[in-house]
């Protein structure tokens, strides 16, 4: 089969690939219709995550028809068209029970912190991805789930992350009708979260990016403020000053590792790798947010040390909440959302590619060529 093959940092082609096998009764071979390139995939693409391995292959957004399946498959059959959470997650954990489905212990029990995720290096698992014609999925009576008969795939394939987790961010903010949300960073999620806000009532919503183009679409795209931090002198100083100085009453951190805006930051944390990522944005969020305030964190940073003002969360009394996103959890809600015509994931994808071009697209994707937000790669056989 065709599949997605990383070959170093920034070196990434489509190879032929064994066909994936079933190794245990519950494992299912999905055939991928969809799959996508996600703004974390740029940290592995970028060789800031550790463990990332040559021969890997990423992609933890897709969705697809089931080919095969173990014997011990009973809830999901052959021909199914099911869309594939990006967490690896048993279902029966001790972890999976309270619904942290991204802390799943069995799919990545060698890890102390997260669970499986398809597709992102061997810290998380060692899970070949979907960014290939065939994936192996395991604990198919779990995770795969069935789309709709009436949903668009281009809508189910944005289901597998990034509402989801624009969605739990809005969630772990604790949102309040009325509150003012500051969102740091206006890539897929940073745009998801903007439009989940308003579905828990938000009064304000203000977007901060350092891309216009990105800014210009997550405006029209959530009807929310937005503003370019290369503009400011100071982006805390700017956002109290447009709170009437007592700052946000929600911080979301929708960038992560690769942030920019800070020299000190960059240096430490993007080019010598002395932290787990710059940790710019967090800075900023901590900063900005008012005293008694929520900081929700998505964006996605190694397992390492950060440098951190965690001075400054005790003395505010800052409540910080952070995860990976418990994909299956939040489903039927957003199924409804679509469905009810409220959301449409689908109107963020701006480039759909073949699979067989994978490196024109992560270059595309990473230097934010061409107005590019979100991408959809297509295999040959759901071209046919």
Not at 27 to 49: E, F, K, M, P, Q
Not at 275 to 293: D, E, Y
Request: aromatic share 8%; net charge negative.
């Amino acid at each position: 089969m065709l599949a997605m093959n990383y070959r170093g940092p920034r070196r990434v082609r489509v190879d032929q690939k064994p066909y994936p096998e079933i190794k245990h009764p519950e494992d299912a071979i999905v055939r991928v219709t969809r799959s996508c390139i996600c703004g974390s995939d740029l940290h592995l693409y970028n060789g800031n995550v550790p463990d990332t391995r040559v021969g890997s292959t990423f992609g933890h957004e897709f969705v697809g028809i089931i080919e095969e399946v173990g014997p011990a498959v009973d809830k999901v059959k052959v021909g199914d068209h099911v869309l594939v959470p990006f967490n690896v997650a048993c279902g029966k954990c001790v972890f999976c029970q309270q619904g942290l489905y991204g802390n799943c212990h069995e799919s990545n029990a060698q890890a102390t912190a997260v669970g499986g995720i398809f597709g992102y290096s061997h810290t998380a698992g060692g899970y070949d991805g979907g960014q290939a014609e065939y994936v192996r999925v395991p604990y198919a009576n779990f995770g795969p789930t069935v789309i709709p008969p009436d949903m668009d795939p281009d809508d189910a394939v944005l289901l597998t992350d990034v509402f989801p987790t624009g969605y739990q961010a809005a969630e772990m903010g604790g949102i309040q009708p009325g509150d003012t949300v500051v969102i740091f960073g206006a890539g897929p999620v940073g745009i998801m979260a903007a439009k989940s806000s308003w579905l828990f009532g938000a009064g304000r919503v203000i977007v901060i990016d350092e891309v216009n183009y990105r800014l210009e679409f997550v405006r029209d795209y959530a009807q929310c403020e937005v503003f370019n931090f290369r503009e400011m002198d100071d982006p805390v100083v700017f956002i109290k000053k447009l709170t009437d100085w007592i700052g946000a009453d929600v911080c979301i951190d929708a960038v992560g590792a690769e942030a920019r805006g800070n020299v000190l930051q960059t240096i430490t944390g993007r080019k010598t790798l002395l932290q787990a990522g710059s940790a710019t944005v967090l800075h900023w969020a901590i900063n900005s947010v008012r005293k008694g305030g929520t900081v929700s964190v998505v964006g996605v940073y190694g397992p390492t040390d950060n440098l951190v003002p965690i001075g400054n969360v005790v003395n505010k009394g800052i409540t910080i909440r952070a995860n990976q996103t418990a994909v299956k959890r939040h489903l039927p809600k957003l199924i409804d959302h679509i469905q009810s015509g409220r959301v449409s994931p689908k109107a963020i994808i701006t480039h759909r590619v073949p699979l067989e071009e994978i490196a024109d697209a992560y270059h595309i994707f990473s230097e934010k060529l061409d107005n590019c937000i979100k991408t959809v790669l297509i295999p040959p056989s759901a071209r046919v």
